[in-house]
């Protein structure tokens, strides 16, 4: 069946670091692909995704581009603030089927 | 994208009992569900709510333990019922928009079972 991979957590970094959180999937076709944060206390907030290869998914300065020949979706972000501090999960959905979520990453950034 | 209102926020309640949580979205959707979020886990699915019928069960969770209703388009609870410490985690109603295939969620609601 389908599977979301993610880094290990937790992730700490100091404040303007680079971030990268590894995720890889397994699903037969063509799945599209999310990065969902949870921040403390809220329920998620989708934050980008992407629906077919090659695709980048942006927002709020973060990125990630659906990799079919690696079945991958690293989260990047170029310098990160206090504010990012939460757990970040990836997800895979496939056509009608369920949503199936990675194991989450939490975040800290230390200012 | 869609509004979901969801409560209790947050409940502290003693094993044996039962609590209901209410979900409410301000438009129709076609597919709700429900998750659970034990303590530093990822979302585990329950359910997918069906309006007018019967809820669809994954795995490991039964209608007796998790009665679900979804009386209309836009609302639904889950009930968790005869409730023992395992049951503390964060339950979460999500909708997914058809055209788009995004999933939202209410902001959870936070069950401490003592």
């Known amino acids: ?111 | 994208s869609a509004v979901i209102s969801q409560k209790p926020s947050r409940d502290i309640c003693q094993r044996g009992t039962s609590l209901t949580i209410q979900c409410q979205v301000d438009s129709q959707v076609t597919m709700m569900f429900w998750y659970r979020q034990q303590p530093g886990q990822s979302l585990t699915l329950i359910a997918t709510a069906n309006q007018g019928s019967e809820a669809t069960y994954e795995s490991g969770f039964v209608i007796d333990k998790f009665p679900i209703s979804r009386p209309n388009l836009t609302f639904s609870t889950l009930t968790v019922s005869n409730m023992s410490p395992e049951d503390s985690s964060i339950y979460l109603c999500s909708l997914r928009a058809q055209a788009t295939n995004e999933a939202f969620f209410g902001q959870g609601t936070r069950l401490t079972v003592v």
């Open chain 1, 1 to 111: 069946g389908n599977s979301v991979t993610q880094m290990e957590g937790p992730v700490t970094l100091s404040e303007e670091a680079f971030l990268t959180i590894n995720c890889t999937y397994t699903a037969t076709g063509y799945p599209s692909l999310f990065w969902y944060v949870q921040y403390p206390g809220e329920g998620l907030q989708l934050l980008l995704k992407a629906t077919k290869a090659d695709d980048k998914g942006s927002n709020k300065g973060f990125e990630a581009t659906y990799r079919k020949e690696t079945t991958s979706f690293h989260l990047e972000k170029g310098s990160v603030q206090v504010s990012d501090s939460a757990v970040y999960f990836c997800a895979l959905l496939q056509g009608a089927q369920k949503l199936v979520f990675g194991q989450g990453t939490r975040l800290t950034i230390n200012p």
